[in-house]
């Protein structure tokens, strides 16, 4: 069973680049079964997917994002990371990592929760 | 990019049955039988429960079950419990440009 352990600030100032890592275990990064996926949701409200990269290192982002995410994966370290530029408070959420297979999401991060302030 | 429909609650009482609604387009529900539905208790990372429209995981209740009738698929629970108190989210797949999107979400009261 794949596991999932997200990383990163809690706290991003407005303007800046949110980044975060997923550190995998118990399934390989170069797997050709899975997507590996970010989702977020705002405090108190439904998820939003963010975007996935596949073994290849093809990446799918949801539209609205597109302009500002980049997902990477690092195969010497069995992780893969999430970069959002130019955040404001509107991207305040709690941030998962997961693994897709045939469109549904499979494995879960516990999550972490960003906040944008000054 | 809109989400799916779901409404805001639901309620029930113990050993009743209740059904969620998660209302999309012909674009994403009613196109792709790629319709998946997520459990989240407070503070937890979701977990699927069903996927494929009515597919169901192994480990997850068969109290669980899921259907679709044209851009509207559905999550019914019988025979609720307490522990099944929890938010509900649905998702589909919506073709090569959008990908994935999700339902707002609906909270589950056991009454």
């Known amino acids: 069973q794949v596991q999932l352990q997200e990383s990163g600030p809690g706290l991003v100032k407005p303007s800046q680049t949110l980044s975060l890592t997923c550190t995998v275990s118990?399934?390989?990064?170069?797997?050709?079964?899975?997507?590996w996926t970010w989702i977020r949701q705002h405090p108190g409200k439904g998820l939003e997917w963010i975007g996935y990269?596949?073994?290849?290192?093809?990446?799918y982002y949801n539209p609205s994002l597109k302009s500002r995410v980049t997902i990477s994966v690092d195969t010497s370290k069995n992780q893969f990371s999430l970069k959002l530029s130019s955040v404001t408070a509107a991207d305040t959420a709690a941030y998962y990592c997961?693994?897709?297979?045939?469109?549904?999401?499979?494995?879960w991060g516990q999550g972490t929760l960003v906040a944008v302030s000054s | 990019q809109s989400s799916l429909t779901q409404p805001a609650s639901v309620s029930g009482s113990p050993g009743q049955s209740i059904t969620i609604s998660c209302t999309g387009t012909?674009?994403?529900?009613?196109?792709?039988?790629?319709v998946s539905w997520y459990q989240q208790h407070p503070g937890k990372a979701p977990k699927l429960m069903i996927y494929?429209?009515?597919k169901r995981p192994s480990g997850v209740s068969n109290r669980f079950s899921g259907s679709k009738a044209g851009n509207t698929a559905s999550l019914t629970i019988s025979g609720l419990q307490a522990e099944d108190e929890a938010d509900y989210h649905c998702?589909?797949?919506?073709?090569?440009?959008?990908?994935?999107?999700f339902g707002g979400g609906t909270k589950l009261t056991v009454l």
């Open positions: 118990g399934g390989s990064i170069s797997s050709y079964d899975y997507y």
């Open positions: 012909s674009s994403d529900v009613g196109s792709y039988n790629l």
């Open positions: 997961a693994v897709v297979t045939a469109h549904k999401v499979d494995f």
């Open positions: 494929e429209v009515n």
């Open positions: 998702c589909s797949y919506a073709g090569s440009t959008i990908f994935e999107v």
């Open positions: 990269i596949y073994y290849s290192g093809n990446t």
